[in-house]
Structure formats: structure tokens, C-alpha cells
Nanobody, 128 residues
Framework: QVQLVESGGGLVQAGDSLRLSCTAS????????VGWFRQAPGKEREFVSA?????????GDGESVKGRSTISRDNAKNTVYLQIDSLKPEDTAVYYCATADAIGWNSLIDRISAYNYWGQGTQVTVSS
């Protein structure tokens, strides 16, 4: 059974940085695609970033986090991280990590439906 647990969220001020963690049990994350998504109140869940087993990284096209987020992985800890810098109030959302059994096409890597397992999410609140 695959379980993902996100951590690292909290209440921060605008301009701060935050590093979110996604730790797995039942799956070696370095062998699969791992993605980060977020969902703000009243909005749809959106893709933030993903990392493939080979290390290739992908970032959402939206202007909201483009250029301010970095995804990385620590294989020894079976953990994937998402760092977001220069946080803004509009970054307030629940951040979810997810892992996919397989995503063959890069064009699908931002699709919610491509991911098989999801964590419960971690709340990030950015105050102005």
C-alpha cells in the first residue's frame, strides 16, 4: 500500500521561503514520477512541479510559481521536496504530492488524472 505524507506547511509571511516534504511508504519514490499540486480556496487543483525517476524536472506554466519553485529529491530519505521562494499571499493553498505508476508522455505530467496516489496535503498560508 502506497502512502504519501506531506509536511512543512504553515503560516508564513510574504517574501519568506518554504520547503515542503513528501515522504512515502510502500514505494521507492526515485523509481516513479512524483508531482506537486496545489489547491487554493474556491479554485481547481493546479500543477506546480514534477520530477521523473531519471531526475528530469517540470514546472507549471502558470505565472503564480514559475521561477520561484524548485523540486528536488533525497533518495536516501525517500523524500521529494518542493521549495517555494518569495512567497506571496496568492500562494496560499493546500499543497499535495502525488506519485504515478507511469507517465509516458511529458505532455501528461501536469494532469491530475495521471497520478495514482495522493497525500492528504499540507496547508500553506501566506500573510501579507
Amino acid at each position: 500500500q502506497v502512502q504519501l505524507v506531506e509536511s512543512g506547511g504553515g503560516l508564513v509571511q510574504a517574501g519568506d521561503s518554504l520547503r515542503l516534504s513528501c515522504t512515502a511508504s510502500g514505494r521507492t519514490l526515485s523509481n516513479y514520477v512524483v508531482g506537486w499540486f496545489r489547491q487554493a480556496p474556491g479554485k481547481e487543483r493546479e500543477f506546480v512541479s514534477a520530477i521523473r525517476s531519471g531526475g528530469s524536472t517540470y514546472y507549471g506554466d502558470g505565472e503564480s510559481v514559475k521561477g520561484r519553485s524548485t523540486i528536488s529529491r533525497d533518495n536516501a530519505k525517500n523524500t521529494v521536496y518542493l521549495q517555494i521562494d518569495s512567497l506571496k499571499p496568492e500562494d496560499t493553498a493546500v499543497y499535495y504530492c502525488a506519485t504515478a505508476d507511469a507517465i509516458g508522455w511529458n505532455s501528461l505530467i501536469d494532469r491530475i488524472s495521471a497520478y495514482n496516489y495522493w497525500g492528504q496535503g499540507t496547508q500553506v498560508t501566506v500573510s501579507s
